[in-house]
């Protein structure tokens, strides 16, 4: 640790005010050379917001920036980029529509003679590329390839431009352990360099691994700034969330698996092109984990399962009988349920309030002659705002203003109001906060419990040993391997994926 | 006989305005029908109220090599330039129903109604009609900018000035419909007392006239008794109208402007005979004395 | 090939057959005749729609091109009628208007957060509305230097000719494919069709890029005027009805998406191209009713569509494949 | 019950207050505007020509809203009342084929839409441009005038002292308003119009939903049709709707609704329509020249939609709560 003390970027006394929400209160917030400083806090606590103040993204209520010691005001992204910033914002990724090479230089093409030197553009998009073990076609959209890749292309773009600042708001929610490593030498190479690193997560061990310094967001205000190296972990929680955390979040599975029989199978199940055919049987009262790498199959499962892409080869069976899953909504009557991974462009919708988002799935079932009165819709989310802790000023607030974990949140209530018998989390605690990543890792056991089948698609292997009682492998979109019972440990499933495994980076 | 057979390697393109009004597809009708009884090989092109389609169904005619053109243009101004290429190519062109603003060696001849003599006309009627008695008058303009709007608005003024009694009171477009001009009547009447004040309608077509004549019923007055209505045209309906006693006179504007065309291209074929500068057809006046419903039933056919 | 040139193939492809078949059936359409006519008949038109293109691209649209036409036609009528302006002071004085009054819809549109669609529909009814209010008549242009302009063309070989203003579309196609490939301007306006919360939080200066865009359009939709009354040496304030529809339709097969963010000017050439040649088709055949032409156009567009949308299918079904 | 409907006032107070402001505008440069009187049984005056002469936008407006909410847009609205267009048969054959048309051609444009997934603009400029077309194929371009009683009744018969256009307009319009609000159609629609993709995951029934949205505008432009047809007791295939999916446009976002889809109002649309409608039998009654129509229309147009602007909206909002002083709680007070 050799942070020289002195202060590149001052943020004091930052305000910003939302209709019906206060989302920073007065938050100082210092970043010093050469450090990589940790942006902590809960979900909503308001850690996007400061950032998109500091950016110029958002017009800040109150408060000054200084950059070198002389105050500032971005006014835009634009202008903030100018001075140096470079920031990896949450949720938002690139343009799909422009290559590769287009989305690093956006705004900033080398030119020759007026006219964007297209070749020249190209030629650096590779080269910084090159950096990340990317050997990409740049002249391609950016749409053609994985979600991973584009996060790593959002990454390259804001570290060339950051002079001074890099932030980056939760870059690595869609990372797998790899890519954390390759962008954490980045990060670390930058830090040599001088620069002032931001760095949002909800992964401690991230947190711990990296930064130097740690600063805590709680409901738009700020708790402290500390040493990393001095603050323990448990104290790190309680600073975020306020208050103890009861129990430690990994607890090991205790009790034995209660195998109830068999009620979904499929066989010689999969779509050309998406996922090789596989045989998979569910049981009543099991968790199945699914562990891979980034685009290995995982969500394409899901969606086949799910009918949101229709099966071309092989049957499904619930309870012994043949169905068609050829629609979501077909699965939905045979009560299944499905948390998408995207859940911006799949999850949410936007416009509508807390509550409908709840209702959606219950009342799409139910069907439109047969709604759900308003005091039976307002019962259903307040109870579920209860009981999964939705930070919301109220449920008539419009979804798309929740912060993302509280999004995420939403529409894990909105299946569980359907009470599936069969319900499908396609990273469900991506982007949420440690507390409320213990509870959904609770809340997951507790509906086993109760006899559920589950399926959970998570990238966080320590999580997925925690509460699948199997796991299946998968790999180049196919199915290789399923782990039970003692089986079931980190570094076996490493193994299984590891096993023979080179990742064909396009 | 020798004139229609050498007719019949005829090939002729005719540039129509568009289908906007029923007597606009009566005159289309009429021209197939013309030319199919001379053995014309007739190529009709819609220009959809553009002057720029008609333009460019001209160049595909000269480029086509046609033997004469016949053109019905939107508007008088911009035909020079392609007149000319018309020329240069020897394809004699005839203006049908409206003229144009370019020097008359472009073209060979123009076979129109005189649009400001048409208004002239329904003035004078209703001059003579009221005779002396003063007389507040509501007008129902085409659609704005459109040459018979501005020419039947002219005329109609023309053979009011001198007569102090007669006063033009209100005047709107109608855009040459039947709902607008209902839509319009039911203002004048209302913003006219209720139309106590109006003692005339003049419309620019008959289609408006039909429309307002609903709107008069519907305010409680007798059209044709209350408030005299004249207009313009001499569609089947208007004639309905005029048999029940619900309007009073109407100007014909002939649908049949092929027939003198194709006769004047035909003598010119065969001998070299330049027809004169502009064939006018005739601006018939119809009243109710002129046994409407006969009128309607031989109109009725037409395509109108 | 790149899965984003597919649309523009196909387009190109199928202009080509078409000609082709039209060629067999009326020999005449291959005169250099018809071919100097279709650029010479399209000229104004294809100018707007480049306008149209970016407009497009961005994920907007314009419908008041049509009336700016108009307005600008009369607005030189009247302005040449009445003063002793040269009527290249009067073109640079019009060019300006129409820049200014798309500068403001786009002002309107970013700043407001207004619908493109609502705004450009009221530019719409208001251009049309000045246009009438200056004059409802159509007013010949009787300048001597419009005589000059039109006397400008290159005579081709068999009687055609490439006009003044054939080639200035040619030029403006050729400036507008410079402007969208090789500007940051041009790929400022890919990035809004992308998505315009994207593309401000990644720097691009989203008001500026929007006001230009639909400056550039009220330039062109200017320019487009001042050809329109040279080919009809005429204001008129009636003229160009419906034009932003035949730009939209130009664009469209042309393969930009309406939805932004792809798309090629080149492609809209071809569009523009195709439809000349349906015209010129159907005005050689000769015998179609006024309303088939209506009902074919609505078919031919039909069609269209659902060919993109194969191809685009056809390649995304094969991408997953390989 | 009183919370909901001063959440209802407090939504349609901006198309109130603008109706207002023109009404008075208008009666300032003509005076008897507000005068009614009863005359051959039924209401007269320049109040009732607004609402009747409303009619076919009105019913536009309506079908329009709710395929506007899915995120769609339906520009062959005017071709399709234009071409509602039969004769020669009994009065119902004659309703059931115009209306039968009307749902085909929503089901047309709903299945291009749903099930090919072409952008709806352009989805439905296919059959704006084709399906006048096909009306004027269908009358040979003439004006068809018919004689039948019934028909005629429906364009300027009258009931309870109004004329049937605007009783038909109100009874589709509440029907309409009570179908999708009653039921969880409203929401579901809404739902689409805002993501179809996430909505389509839940199991909503998308493509049934959006092609019976189209159909419900064919269904109005139908409906739309025979009114402006019997008005005129004859069917113009040329003029019948022209530019009226523009005006229908117009009022549903002056209405409030966004373009982008999302939360609507049908009532608001309606009140958007008889803005635009105060507008037209203003100037008509104002007495100026016909050349000021589009400018003065489209000045007033202007000034009521940046009213309108989410920026200036805003500002009101805000004034609006630091005035109510309290957040809504109208849940609770069940
Ligand atoms: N545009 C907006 N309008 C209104 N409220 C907003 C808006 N954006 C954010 N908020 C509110 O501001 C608060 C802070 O949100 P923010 O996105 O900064 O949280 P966060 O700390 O990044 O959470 P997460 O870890 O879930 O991403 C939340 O309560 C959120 O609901
Ligand atoms: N190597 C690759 N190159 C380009 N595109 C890829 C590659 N691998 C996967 N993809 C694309 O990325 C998308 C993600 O794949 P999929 O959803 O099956 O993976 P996953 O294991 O669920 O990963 P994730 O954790 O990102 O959801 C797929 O649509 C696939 O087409
Ligand atoms: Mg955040
Ligand atoms: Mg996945």
Redesign the pocket.
Known sequence: MQPNGENLLSATRIDKVFPGARALDKVDFHLRRGEVHALLGENGAGKSTLVKCLTGAYRRDGGTILLDGVEVDPRDTFNAQKLGIGTVYQEVNLLPNLSVAENLFLGRQPRRFGLVDVGAMNRQARALLDDYELDLDVTRALD??????QQVVAIARAVDLSGKVLILDEPTA?LDAHEVEMLFRIVRRLKARGLGIVFITHFLEQVYEISDRITVLRNGQLVGTRETATLERRDLISMMIGRELAAEIRSAREGQVVAGPVRYRFENYGRKG??APFDLDIRAGEVVGIA???????????EILFGAHRADSGMAEVDGRAVQLSSPRRAIAHRFGFCP?DRKTAGIVGDLSVRENIVLALQARRGWTRPLSRTEQNRIADHYIRALDIRTADREKPIRLLSGGNQQKAILARWLATEPEFLIL??PTRGIDVGAHAEIVRLIEGLREKGMSLMV?S?EIEELVAYSTRIVV?RD?QHVAALEGNRITADQIIEAIASANE???? | TFGSASAADLVVGFSQIGSESGWRAAETTLTKQQAEERGIDLKFADAQQKQENQIKALRSFIAQGVNAILLAPVVATGWDEVLQEAKDAEIPVILLDRTVDASDDLYMTAVTSDLVHEGNVAGKWLADTVAGKPCNIVELQGTTGSSPAIDRKKGFEQALSGHDNLKIVRSQTGDFTRTKGKEVMESFLKAEDGGKNICALYAHNDDMAVGAIQAIKEAGLKPGTDILVVSIDAVPDIFQAMAAGEANATVELTPNMAGPAFDALAAFQKDGTKPPKWIQTESKLYTQADDPMKIYEAKKGLGY | MKPKYLPLTATIVIFVLSYALCVMQYPNILSTRVVGNLLTDNAFLGIAAVGMTFVILSGGIDLSIGSVIAFTGVFLAVVLENTGIHPLAAFALALMIATLFGALMGAIIHYLEMPAFIVTLAGMFLARGMAFVLSIDSIAIKHPFYGTLKGFYYKLPGGGRISLIGGLMLLVFAIGILIAHRTRFGTDVYALGGGTATAKLMGVPVGRTTILIYALSGLLAGLSGIVFSLYTSAGYSLAAVGVELDAITAVVIGGTLLTGGSGFVAGTFIGILIQGLIQTYITFDGSLSSWWTKILIGLLLFVFILMQKGIVYASRSKQ?HA | MTAILRGYALRLLPQLIALAVILLMVSLVFPGFFRLEIQNGRLYGSLIDILNRGAPVVLLAIGMTVVIATKGIDLSVGAVAASSITSGHSLAMTLVITLGTGLLCGLWNGVLVAILDIQPIIATLVLMVAGRGIAQLVTEGAILTFNDPGLIFLGSGSFAWLPLPVIIWLVFGILVALIVRKTALGMLIEAIGVNRQASTLSGVLTPVLLIAAYMLSGLCAAIAGIIAAADIKGADANNAGLWLELDAILAVVIGGTSLLGGRFSIAASVLGAIIIQSINTGILLSGFPPEFNLIIKAAIIVFILVLQSPPVRNAFTFVALLRAGRKPTEGQAR
């Open positions: 053609s390839y994985s979600v991973a890749i869609s998406h996922i891979g790498l980034l685009g290995s199959g995982r969500t394409e499962t899901a991974e396609d990273e698609i990238s998968l979109r990742r064909g980076a396009a | 997953r």
